[in-house]
């Protein structure tokens, strides 16, 4: 099984829904986050987070949202999607470390019509 | 000016070229580089890592970091069909620090 799972894998939705995106590890790892990928603009963070109770923004964080549910659990969500969130999510797990090696899942596709 | 740059691609070459990936940086407090590669429709995954500057190899893989220019380099020996992937550079300024990533270069190497 594989160590971080992302779903759904592929979601086409309206402007205007709310999304979900969840992500689960089974890596034990303590730090989780949440990227977008898109052409030319390469991954870039939106929230981290450190452990349950801590939540960071980052990079591109406004429309979106996360939660921590558990340790192994960190879900993004849409509140209200537009089509400029059309893009890969990815998520991620890492241990604090010299060079925090993130661990990614195999991304969503979201499209936002 | 993006924080740190890399040439998109797409790049071809044939099989057993000698690939050289590149990035460029803007802020000098960048300490750790690493490479990543993305196959299609995949999550990236750690390929190599270099503290500070200087050369690091692995198998067929040399990564190096001249911090003077701001400049880290990635070459790909014998390149093989299944080198054919996104290859994303990211740096950190410290300990634990989140990475900042490249967009990323297109490699495909032809059979």
């Known amino acids: 099984d594989a160590d971080v799972t992302q779903t759904p894998r592929n979601r086409i939705t309206k402007t205007g829904k709310r999304i979900m995106l969840e992500c689960s590890q089974t890596?034990?790892?303590?730090?989780m986050y949440w990227y977008r990928q898109d052409p030319g603009l390469g991954l870039r963070l939106i929230y981290y987070?450190?452990?349950?109770?801590?939540?960071n923004k980052g990079e591109i964080s406004d429309g979106y949202s996360v939660s921590r549910q558990a340790q192994a659990k960190f879900s993004l969500s849409l509140e209200s999607a537009i089509p400029n969130q059309t893009a890969l999510y990815f998520c991620?797990?890492?241990?604090?470390?010299?060079?925090?090696?993130?661990?990614f899942g195999p991304g969503t596709r979201l499209t936002v019509l | 000016q993006k924080e740190v740059e890399q040439d998109p691609g797409p790049l071809s070459v044939p099989e057993g070229a000698i690939v050289s990936l590149n990035c460029t940086y803007s802020?000098?407090?960048?300490?750790?580089f690493m490479w990543y590669r993305q196959y299609s429709r995949k999550g990236p995954e750690l390929l190599m890592y270099?503290?500070?500057?200087g050369n690091k190899e692995d198998g067929r893989f040399t990564a190096q970091v001249d911090k003077s220019s701001k400049y880290i380099s990635l070459f790909i020996r014998d390149s093989q069909p299944s080198d054919s992937a996104t290859y994303l550079c990211?740096?950190?300024?410290?300990?634990?620090?989140?990475?900042?990533f490249g967009p990323g270069t297109r490699l495909s190497v032809l059979p």
């Open positions: 991620a797990t890492s241990e604090l470390g010299q060079f925090n090696e993130q661990f």
């Open positions: 890596k034990g790892h303590d730090r």
């Open positions: 987070s450190f452990d349950v109770k801590d939540i």
């Open positions: 802020n000098s407090a960048f300490q750790y």
């Open positions: 270099t503290y500070s500057s």
């Open positions: 990211a740096m950190s300024r410290g300990y634990g620090q989140n990475f900042v």
